[in-house]
């Protein structure tokens, strides 16, 4: 049981790296985050070695995104629109309702005034997190087989 459920694990932390480093890198490209990133002061830029290490952070990430999973796979994995259903648990949870005045939560919105982020950066960045949560969720809906039991 430990080595099917930590091989399901592992899966789910490689599909988040490489989704997350594969948009990433497109989108910092078409978006061409560095050039806006210049006159922006609550961000690093991405020369800075903390991000330049990003894909490394994520390993912790998708270990916890593999930890989620593992809990609610028989309700989620192997069933019709398996993918759509953990993209929409991601989205609202993890993006809208998240507790934090993260980008684009509710809270943000609360508590926030506007921002003076160039648009490529605040549409770059949203359009990035949908497409790559999209393409984790349903990598993992189609790589990841449930284990027996949870």
């Known amino acids: 049981m430990f080595k099917k459920n930590f091989k399901f694990i592992i899966k789910v932390m490689l599909i988040h790296v490489i989704t997350y480093t594969v948009c990433g890198i497109i989108f910092s490209m078409l978006f061409k985050y560095q050039s806006s990133l210049v006159n922006t002061e609550h961000m690093r830029d991405m020369n800075n070695i903390i991000v330049q290490l990003a894909p490394v952070f994520q390993i912790f990430r998708g270990l916890l995104f593999g930890l989620i999973l ?9 069933k019709p629109y398996s993918f759509l259903k953990i993209w929409v648990v991601i989205i609202v949870i993890g993006i809208f ?20 982020l160039a648009w490529n950066l605040e549409f770059g960045g949203l359009l990035e997190i949908l497409i790559q949560t999209f393409l984790f969720s349903f990598c993992v809906s189609k790589l990841v087989k449930p284990t027996s039991s949870s």
Request: proline share 7%; hydrophobic share 40%.
């Open 70 to 78: 593992l809990l609610i796979q028989n309700s989620v994995l192997g």
């Open 97 to 116: 309702n998240t507790p934090a005045t993260s980008p684009f939560s509710i809270e943000e919105l609360i508590y926030y005034k506007s921002s003076a």
